[in-house]
């Protein structure tokens, strides 16, 4: 948290930066020296991901709160350790800022400082500067003993997902035609949850590939289908939905944070109970050539866009 | 790398990403997953920073070349390390790109690259958007038996320097009045470099307590002897400069990227010999209350300004 921020004039960073800190109280604590300091548990890998929300890119400011913009950039990061089956151990927001934003900053800090509580992790550094577009680069950091790659599916695994998708899409559309999202949408897109928990929970129980859902299903079912040179076939009938999504819309909904794993049998019902949140095997891992397919009501689907990972 | 460039259009962004990343070859050769999964040395702690440098805020686009735009942003960020006397692990550029930009992406990449190879070190995650203004987040990891804070600086120590200071203010104020900089201080500016290795001969050799030099040698100093609770004077006759620079304007000068370090008693003219780089004894930490004062021609310097911390 030591960068100048010219434009807001000497002194000012450290004031701003120093109210931030003070917000997120124990959140918090152990920031002040040039970097965080932290220990990795014994035997166990360092887990890494950079995730960064742009103004007018990934949001526009009438659709959320401030608060909601904070946990919204904040879990669509964490859900990268989600997908890695890591544990949390600290996130360093880099914040750009732009003058107009000043009087909203507490409250967008606030949304940073829930989903980091959600996660029961910390803030341990980050970064600010001005800008003309508000920009929140999240940089967070776990652990794992054995992260779980998007290169482990094999033959004869099932493929699962979590919860129900669709969301995300449709309170975009909603707003692009300027009308109010339905309220289960609108909850997704403003505060997806990263699924810290229940990764670690199927990782336990088996599943040995998994990815998170940032570019839609069907294009993240192709790059897990691809890393793991896979031959994967999806049915999309099976696919549980939000606010009445069409399956397709909702396997082509993106920025959903919910999980893809390929495991070789899991117990859906147990998950079920121990999350209150759906597990659906939605498709196979079969033999044959890496490549993605898709059936819905019985029929083979054109999957088109975003499979340029087999080319 | 997995975030979308809404305003680039589908496909569009894979396809940048996937011509950084085969630009970086080698240094970048681990990019794929979620996230990295990276191990620390047994008995080792984990030193992470994240810094940004935005366009306006932190430089102006006709001052550098866009690939000395790339290794400033990432030595900025490593010096943090440097001043944790910490090995560096990885390195995650996190870029926000607008599209006038774009063509200037590969230098900027290959300047990222420059820094992340002379640091020896490797790329192992990021992310790229779209936004109005180019921002380069960078991310460093690295790791360290014992990272030096800049929290135990004692009565009886003396405070050292590396390099030579001035340069970057020099030459910023050269391009402000419409001049061309001095060659020193132009290179001073334009290729910072992060002293990571000298960083590690000085924790071995004894010292206590380290900061880089971002804000100007007075606001870190500063900042050492608050975090320390130490009484810090310097002595700015002894401070060596760049390109003819006072050494009050030395002493002002940040974005320095070089290190203070807070030691017993260093032999410099070792550390020299190993670097070929000045080591300079410019302060001692006397018994008496927390404070920073300097002395020039034997006077008693009024400080104004980056003093807040003990307020």
Not at 14 to 38: K, M, N, P, T
Not at 261 to 282: G, K, Q, S
């Amino acid at each position: 948290m030591s960068s100048l921020i010219t434009a807001l004039g000497p002194g000012r960073e450290f004031d701003i930066i120093r109210e931030l800190i003070a917000r997120w109280g124990e959140l918090a604590s152990g920031i002040g020296d040039d970097a965080a300091v932290l220990a990795i548990p014994a035997g166990e890998r360092l887990v890494v991901s950079a995730d960064s929300s742009v103004e007018h890119a990934h949001f526009r400011r009438g659709w959320l709160t401030p608060r909601e913009i904070g946990w919204r950039a904040t879990a669509a990061a964490l859900s990268d350790l989600a997908a890695m089956a890591a544990a949390p151990l600290g996130v360093l927001p880099s914040l750009s800022v732009p003058g107009s934003w000043l009087p909203d900053l507490p409250a967008l800090a606030d949304g940073i400082g829930d989903a980091v509580r959600a996660a029961g992790t910390c803030i341990v550094g980050g970064d600010m500067t001005a800008a003309r577009d508000l920009s929140i680069a999240i940089t967070v950091l776990g652990h794992a003993p054995a992260p779980l790659r998007r290169d482990g599916a094999r033959a004869g695994d099932q493929l699962y997902v979590t919860g129900r998708l669709g969301g995300p899409s449709a309170a975009v559309r909603a707003w692009e035609r300027g009308q109010t999202p339905d309220p289960e949408s609108l909850a997704r897109f403003a505060h997806p949850v990263p699924r810290l928990r229940e990764a670690r929970w199927l990782a336990r129980h088996g599943a040995r590939a998994a990815i998170d859902i940032s570019d839609g299903l069907l294009g993240d079912a192709a790059h897990l289908a691809a890393a793991s040179g896979a031959h994967v076939v999806l049915r999309l009938d099976e696919l549980p939905t939000v606010g009445g999504a069409g399956p397709l819309d909702a396997a082509r909904s993106g920025e959903e944070y919910e999980l893809i794993v390929a495991a070789p049998a899991l117990d859906t019902a147990a998950f079920e109970r121990e999350f209150n949140l759906p597990l659906t095997a939605i498709g196979v891992v079969e033999q044959g050539a890496p490549a993605l397919h898709a059936t819905l009501h019985g029929e083979r689907v054109a999957l088109e866009g975003g499979f340029s990972h087999f080319s």
